[in-house]
């Protein structure tokens, strides 16, 4: 099954580092044109000269407003990924209003305006699009010090379906991806104590973590046409943790 892109103009966000990063990249080769949205100039910079074509776009998602102007002239997009994200690990007692807000500010309302803007030129345009969440495996299980990061993914899920609910009448289908760990930098501060992987990892059926690629691959395949009845989905890239 060969998938392309050509012709075809995407915007990912958080797009200077691990997964967003890699599919902004895999976008870039499979022939789109790719906005990439990250909130530190420095990854712009290597990013574009990794992937000359890239255009950039410096912002930092969680404020509403900039948000809004750094994306006034992005033009018209057909593919959205909506990767940008954080995690803040606390114990349930300890959780904070800061951490909470900043947590639901990048990984829910972001996800929600960034959509808006894209979504409002895919309808006037009548063209229709593709948009997919990065959500977790985090928002159907529970897991320790992570009771905001659950709720986060938990509400992105809900937004998935519902923007599938109302996006589908402009032929722009809304799906998301739900892996398990991939040891990027936000991995490292959960993940790194090798007793707590090896936990982690008895519970995955194949036995390991998600490496990048997993991810990229399952996004570019609900972004493409190959995908063209799939809407409202969430896909497990878990190694069948979410099976048992
Ligand atoms: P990384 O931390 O490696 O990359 C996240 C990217 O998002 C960075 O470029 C970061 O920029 C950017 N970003 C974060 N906050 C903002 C903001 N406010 N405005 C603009 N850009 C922002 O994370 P991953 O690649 O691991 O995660 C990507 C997505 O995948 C996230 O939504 C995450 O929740 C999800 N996910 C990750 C898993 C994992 O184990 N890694 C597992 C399941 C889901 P900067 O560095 O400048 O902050």
Same mark, same amino acid.
């Given at each position: ?12 966000? $958080?797009a200077g580092k691990g997964i967003g990063r890699a599919t902004a990249l895999a976008l870039a080769r499979g022939g789109a044109e790719v ?21 950039? =776009? ?29 995690? !803040? ?24 305006? =960034? ?6 030129? !895919? ?24 009771? =905001?990061?659950?709720?986060?993914? $938990? ?7 519902? !923007? ?17 760990? =991939? ?6 501060? $959960? ?17 390991k973590f998600a490496e990048v690629e997993d991810v990229v691959h399952a996004i570019l395949f609900l972004l493409s046409d190959k995908s ?11 190694? $069948?943790?979410?099976?048992?």
């Open positions: 099954m060969e998938i392309t892109f050509t012709g075809k103009r995407a915007l990912v966000t $958080g906005t990439a949205v990250t909130r530190t100039q420095a990854d712009l910079e290597t990013l574009v000269r990794e992937c000359p074509s890239v255009k950039p =776009v410096c912002v930092d998602l969680a404020d509403w407003d900039a948000t809004e102007r750094a994306l006034k002239d992005v033009g018209p997009i057909d593919l959205l990924v909506n990767n940008a994200g954080c995690a !803040m690990l606390q114990p349930f007692l300890e959780i904070t209003q800061d951490s909470f807000d900043k947590s639901f500010d990048v990984n829910v309302k972001a996800a929600l305006h =960034v959509t808006q803007i894209v979504a409002r030129g !895919m309808k006037a345009r009548g063209s229709g699009g593709s948009i997919v969440n990065i959500s977790s495996q985090a928002s159907h299980r529970a897991f320790k010090d992570h009771a =905001v990061y659950c709720a986060t993914k $938990g509400a992105l899920d809900m937004l998935t379906k519902v !923007m599938a609910l109302e996006l589908a009448p402009y032929q722009i289908r809304v799906n998301s991806v739900n892996p398990t760990v =991939v040891m990027t930098d936000m991995a490292k501060i $959960g993940w790194s104590d090798p007793a707590k992987a090896n936990t982690m990892i008895s519970r995955i059926p194949m036995g063209a009845m799939t809407n409202g989905a969430f896909l497990p890239i878990d190694g $069948g943790f979410l099976a048992c």
